[in-house]
Nanobody
Framework: QVQLVESGGGLVQAGGSLRLSCAAS????????MGWYRQAPGKQRELVAGIGSGGTTRYADSVKGRFTISRDNAKRMVYLQMNSLKPEDTAVYYC?????????WGPGTQVTVSS
């Protein structure tokens, strides 16, 4: 059974930086896609960034140039470096693993950006 655990969230001032980490355990298969999603109060969950097992990345337009996703397959980790944070980045951030047609979620970590 695959489990994901996020860490690194917190409170930061606008313009600051945070680095989120996601640790994966269990049966992780090759060819998977990992990503970060976020959900703000009253809004739908949205994709922030995704990365394939080979390193191909994609980003939401709202975070391009500010956020960077990376992964360490040997350590079963995925990271999200968030720079130039804005109050509108405030949300619960979720780690996601997609493999064999199944989507697995972590419990989420709160990111709050004060103005």
């Amino acid at each position: 059974q695959v489990q994901l655990v996020e860490s690194g969230g917190g409170l930061v001032q606008a313009g600051g930086s945070l680095r989120l980490s996601c640790a994966a355990s269990g049966s992780i298969l090759s060819g998977n896609v990992m990503g970060w999603y976020r959900q703000a109060p009253g809004k739908q969950r949205e994709l922030v960034a995704g990365i394939g097992s080979g390193g191909t990345t994609r980003y939401a337009d709202s975070v391009k140039g500010r956020f960077t996703i990376s992964r360490d397959n040997a350590k079963r980790m995925v990271y999200l470096q968030m720079n130039s944070l804005k109050p509108e980045d405030t949300a619960v951030y979720y780690c996601n693993l997609f493999q064999l047609g199944t989507s697995i979620w972590g419990p989420g970590t709160q990111v709050t950006v004060s103005s």
